[in-house]
T-cell receptor, first 114, second 111 residues
Framework: DADVTQTPRNRITKTGKRIMLECSQT?????MYWYRQDPGLGLRLIYY???????NKGEISDGYSVSRQAQAKFSLSLESAIPNQTALYFC?????????????FGPGTRLTVT | AQSVTQPDIHITVSEGASLELRCNYS??????LFWYVQSPGQGLQLLLK??????LVQGIKGFEAEFKRSQSSFNLRKPSVHWSDAAEYFC?????????FGTGTRLKVLA
């Protein structure tokens, strides 16, 4: 089984709808991240969480919110989806105890907002 | 400012030819460096990583990368490209809490 899972894997939604993307991990890592990928822009950080009570904005957090329900679960919400939020979304985890901050990525969620 | 630059947006090579993908970084401290590959419609797969020690790093699928501190570079190489290597490649540098990704290089392989 995959260490980092994301649901759904694909989603098509309409403008104005609320949508939640979920991420679960079995790696036991405290740190979790949400990124979005757009063609030609690489991956950009939306939000990150160092533990259940420590949530921080990344470089492109506007229009998004997150919830860290448990160490293993980190959800990303779009309160009112808009077409320019169409992208590939990745969840990731890391363990600072490793000393080198390697991140482990989920398979991605492809979101289309029409 | 911390940044990663992949100067080549697209690269086309013939199958069997050698490959070098460029990555330059700007980072104030000792960098932790990574290369990922993303096949069409797929997620990110780690090819290799550099933390310390030997500056020539071996990865999966026959890839290697060389860390050159004086040039702030971490270029990815493969001596003989296979058609299955067609994908997008991302270089990343790790800070204390996040990755900084380059914008990617898309590799096309000609038969």
């Amino acid at each position: 089984d995959a260490d980092v899972t994301q649901t759904p894997r694909n989603r098509i939604t309409k403008t104005g709808k609320r949508i939640m993307l979920e991420c679960s991990q079995t790696k036991g890592h405290d740190r979790m991240y949400w990124y979005r990928q757009d063609p030609g822009l690489g991956l950009r950080l939306i939000y990150y969480s160092f533990d259940v009570k420590d949530i921080n904005k990344g470089e492109i957090s506007d229009g998004y919110s997150v919830s860290r329900q448990a160490q293993a679960k980190f959800s990303l919400s779009l309160e009112s989806a808009i077409p320019n939020q169409t992208a590939l979304y990745f969840c990731a985890t890391s363990d600072p105890g490793q000393g080198y901050y390697e991140q482990y990525f989920g398979p991605g969620t492809r979101l289309t907002v029409t | 400012a911390q940044s990663v630059t992949q100067p080549d947006i697209h690269i086309t090579v013939s199958e069997g030819a050698s490959l070098e993908l460029r990555c330059n970084y700007s980072y104030g401290a000792t960098p932790y460096l990574f290369w990922y590959v993303q096949s069409p419609g797929q997620g990110l797969q780690l090819l290799l990583k550099y933390f310390s020690g030997d500056t020539l790093v071996q990865g999966i699928k026959g890839f290697e990368a060389e860390f050159k501190r004086s040039q702030s570079s971490f270029n990815l190489r493969k001596p003989s490209v296979h058609w299955s290597d067609a994908a997008e490649y991302f270089c990343a540098v790790s800070g204390t809490y996040k990755y900084i990704f380059g914008t990617g290089t898309r590799l096309k392989v000609l038969a």
